[in-house]
């Protein structure tokens, strides 16, 4: 009976697996055939050619949408995690008047769905003139974001001070103690946080929808959406470029799973918990 | 103990504080503005009362719209926490490369949802796509899931079970977080399988699963990017595509294709107004089945 029931287990594994792996093998592949073969379903592709890959780099300019891509995706993840732990420091750290109403508002930004502040957000960045550019997709990282602040308050809490307060008697001050103990400490918070932001920003399509108007300031996401709709619904019906373009968009973010896999399943079982 | 210190604390938090003033605190007053408002962007807003309220009872898009969303939520919430469930369940009990079915389950929340659009007008394609071809080998003939607006949401629905994978990993923590002494007793007890989960297991998780439930309901009545991917957009304006219209998809229809500012806001509230009251009564009903260690929250 016990026996029986592992080997359901493992067939039930198996066969879940194979489920959540496949429409990548099988996207993959179909990057590889000619446009007549992309929905034969073999695994292997009859005709196995490169031309997708030349054939998309020609028509976009997916370069540029990488390079783009990366350096929104940069800016929001390095300057979000900086402040985020600045914030979430000067909460777990201090004592001050209004610390716990303060915290309160950050947890309630939380709940806030992001369509109520989106178009007067929208407005500020158009009295800017910054429609358009870039700058509207990170920017706004600048002053911290309410999730990463509590995940890291929540790290920063579980530090034993004593490190802190023998370094205070020593003369260090309160920068000092932040980036020269404090920081360190909590480096595998920090990392989580690079890469959650780095994965939200480099897969969001809204923002750049919102923002992006000329194709030379497009980012992947939204290079694919194009591509999507010139030449998928757009009469063409060329398949083939919009999976190859698929490929190319998920590939960074597969090797960023790997890079990182730990502490991207640390981090998500954190958030679970810590609700 | 250290009251001194607020001045360097104010200094830690400022970045915060002054993004919340710009980015949140006055975007929310002018949005509730704007919803009392005409504005196009171009020309200045102009006054109008309530009416962006009343014209939201008598546009037949936004019943629509809200129809679509709760359909799809009521159908993908409960699917994708029974899925996680049972996955989690699953690869507790397995002793062996725990971590590479893990890492297998976990992969497709990696793409971005861009592509999982894409991903699900070909899998899902009618004629050729790889789920009627697979049902085919069973003599089943699928139906059209991305033109038949009998079976956009479901195709959708489906979809999103292929992300259910931080999910699993939530659960999967809780999981390993329930004591050894229960089961212990229960099995001298001679409880089965099915009796040890649904009495020990599921009881001890449930402030997980209760969040779980709470969060991918918000999610999911917010849910734009696949469907708007997958369904609209520039060039299929031939496609049967009214299924597929969240509510957040027509909020930035009004807002950024249509420039109806003031009355988009007058669609971002009434989406707040419904997903707190959709969670207030989540709370309320669901709250005598979550079983807190010691009492507490």
Redesign the interface.
Known sequence: MRRAGRILTWAALGVFTVAFIYPFVWLLSASFKPRGEVFDHRLIPETFILDNYVKVWQEAPLALWMFNTLLVTVLAAVTVTITSAMVAWGFAYFRFPGRGALFGVVLATMMLPGAVTMIPVFLIWNSLGMVGTLTPLWAQNLFGSAFYIFLLRQFFMGLPREPFEAARIDGANNWKIFTKIALPLCRPAIVVTLMFEFQAAWTDLMRPLIYLRDSATFTVPRGLKALLDQFGFGGEWHWEIVMTASVVTTIPMVILFFLGQKHFIKGIATTGSKG | ???K??R??????S??????L???A???I??AY?SLTDYD?INDPSYVGFDNYKALFEDPKVGLALRNTFLFTVMSVPAQLVVALA?AL??N??TKATGF????????K??????I???L???F?GQ???IN?FLGLFGIDGPAWTTDPDWVKPGLVLMSL?TV??SI??????LR?VPQELYDSALVDGAG?WRRTSRITVPMISP?LF??FI?DS?NAL?S??EA??AFF????TT?SNDAALFY?IY??QQ??EFLH?GY??A???L??IV?MAITAVQILVTRRFVHYEGGQS
């Open positions: 103990m250290r009251w210190d607020s360097a604390a104010l200094l830690f938090i970045p915060w504080a002054i993004g919340f710009i980015f949140t006055w975007p929310v002018n949005s704007l962007v996955l699953l690869l009990s397995a079915f893990r890492t297998a389950f976990y992969l497709p990696m793409t971005p949802p861009v592509a659009g894409i991903l007008l070909m899998l394609n050729n796509g790889l071809s292929w994978g931080a990993v939530i659960i999967l923590a809780a977080g399988w997980t969040f779980l969060v918000i917010q734009f990017t708007y991917t957009g520039a060039g299929n496609y957040a909020l930035f807002a950024f500012m988009a806001s669609l971002a509230w989406l707040f997903i």
